[in-house]
């Protein structure tokens, strides 16, 4: 679906006038680390306050369940009540929605 994607830039770029390269480009510059948005751009953010996980530490004797805080870059080892927590199954299901999306762009473009 990435290569989807690209080619709705490509034919973008054609429409537009642009060249694929301006596009692209606009593209690489959207992908950036939290501490490189601008503070707007957080706000913006949808899981602004979230935290990631749960994810499992062996500490060699038992596995311990964390959360990460990836705006204040904490740990967190016990349950974080009352804050909202972005989980590698809804990560999935949002990239399988946008993966969805791209196709059926790409469909009504070649209608």
Do not use: K
Not at 21 to 32: A, F, K, N
Not at 62 to 77: G, K, N, P, T, V
């Amino acid at each position: 679906w990435s290569r989807a994607l690209s080619g709705e830039l490509a034919w973008r770029a054609a429409v537009s006038g642009q060249s694929p390269e301006d596009l692209v480009t606009w593209s690489e510059r959207d992908i950036r680390s939290w501490g490189e948005l601008m503070p707007d751009e957080r706000e913006e953010d949808p899981f602004a306050g979230f935290l990631l996980g749960p994810f499992e530490h062996d500490n060699g004797y038992q596995y311990c369940e964390y959360f990460y805080d990836l705006e204040r870059a904490h740990y967190f080892w016990e349950d974080p009540a009352g804050r909202p927590v972005l989980t590698l199954e809804a990560a999935c299901a949002i990239v399988r929605g946008l993966e969805a999306a791209v196709r059926l762009l790409l469909a009504m473009n070649e209608q």
